[in-house]
């Protein structure tokens, strides 16, 4: 197979999805592997690094869509991407078609073949693609908030740490998964005062056990959450809203009531989701904005500000599935692998995601019965 690595084009977007070792390994299995240009500069992996593996360096996008079986990105593609993409093709990347209507319906157009990296879920309900770019995210939403509440940027001018004579600042994460514990341990770590508020009896008991005895994991409730908030300097949001409603877990009103100079930063990036006042995304370039006298920082890619930890993170995750796609062609690896299976998203023209057939009002088609249709029509 025919592996195209292209360079990432979003906003101040470093990372890359593939890797030299992971490109040599891939060499070893008779595989070719095409890299763009530079692709991997933004995370400390040269072109000479990856031709020494065994790749071959095509020097702009159209070559490398045009030559690719499958194509393997970290982010989802934008409009001038998807115009690349040709029928039978593969895609293996983020696709977050969720909030992105004009992505699902290129993808189906094109009949281009797309597994999402954020929809591949194991027996239990995790999502191993998702895990560590959300622990690196949480982790990162910490430092981030450090950043922004200093007071030449824009902050209160408060530091999240425990000295005499000054308390110890309050901080609120929403969500418990992952990007919410790291969060909470880091923030811990930094001497904070940190409250976790989940909605799920179970998690809370799992947090309460993982996370030191100092933190306090609650159960969201209005009253209590705004009056923590009104002390809070720092809110971290790794959630949405709550099933089977559309009301914000945190309001206009209750942020009102929060410091002046006190810092949002919104990990899920999700507008008008469980922040209302999280009215639209920010990118590293301009990274935040006020709305009640609070700094909103609502960046879709923290990790990519970390690239390297990133990349090498992200890839070691995702590099047994690729590797699978390859050796087996895509039909057969998801036939032999249900976490795979799951992340199919749409075959040849035909929706197999769930979530997005609800959305968007499609006919679904289960990806075994859209793999047959799509074999039976050759």
């Excluded at 240009?37 to 490398?64: I, Q």
């Excluded at 880091?186 to 998690?203: C, K, N, P, S």
């Amino acid at each position: 197979m025919i592996i195209g690595v292209p360079k990432e084009i979003q906003d101040n977007e470093y990372r890359v999805a593939l890797v030299p070792e992971g490109a040599r390994a891939l060499r070893a299995r008779g595989h070719r592997v095409l890299v763009e240009k530079n692709a991997g500069a933004g995370s400390g992996f040269s072109d000479t690094e990856y031709r020494k593996a065994g790749a071959e360096t095509v020097h702009n996008a159209a070559l490398l869509f045009r030559k690719a079986d499958l194509v393997t990105k970290v982010k989802q593609p934008e409009p001038s991407e998807l115009a690349l993409f040709r029928p039978g093709q593969i895609l293996f990347a983020y696709v977050h078609a969720e909030n992105r209507p004009w992505l699902l319906d290129g993808l189906l157009a094109r009949r281009v073949s797309a597994v999402a990296y954020e929809e591949m879920m194991d027996d239990g309900g995790r999502r191993p693609l998702l895990a560590p770019m959300s622990q690196i995210a949480g982790h990162m939403a910490v430092l981030i908030g450090c950043q922004f509440l200093q007071r030449h940027r824009g902050g209160m001018g408060v530091m999240i740490g425990q000295l005499g004579g000054a308390p110890a600042p309050v901080v609120v994460i929403l969500g418990g998964g992952s990007a919410g514990t790291r969060a909470a341990e880091a923030a811990t770590g930094l001497g904070a005062d940190v409250f976790v508020y989940e909605a799920w009896a179970e998690r809370r008991k799992r947090l309460k056990r993982l996370l030191p005895a100092s933190v306090k994991v609650l159960a969201p409730n209005k009253r209590d959450l705004a009056a923590r908030l009104s002390e809070a300097v720092l809110l971290i949001n790794t959630t949405d809203v709550p099933e089977k409603t559309k009301a914000p877990l945190v309001t206009r009103a209750m942020v009102r009531r929060m410091p002046r100079g006190a810092v949002i930063v919104d990990v899920t990036a999700n507008v008008r989701g469980a922040v209302e006042t999280s009215l639209r995304q920010t990118t590293h370039s301009a990274p935040v904005f006020e709305e009640e006298g609070v700094l909103h920082y609502v960046v879709p890619n923290i990790p990519g500000s970390v690239p390297r930890t990133a990349t090498l993170a992200l890839t070691s995750a995702t590099f047994p599935y690729l590797r699978k796609i390859a050796d087996h062609g895509l039909a057969q690896a998801l036939l032999k692998d249900p976490v795979l299976r799951r992340g199919l998203v749409c075959h040849s023209g035909r929706c197999t995601s769930k979530p997005l057939a609800q959305l968007y009002g499609l006919r679904l088609w289960p990806a075994q019965e859209a793999l047959a249709s799509s074999g039976a029509e050759k």
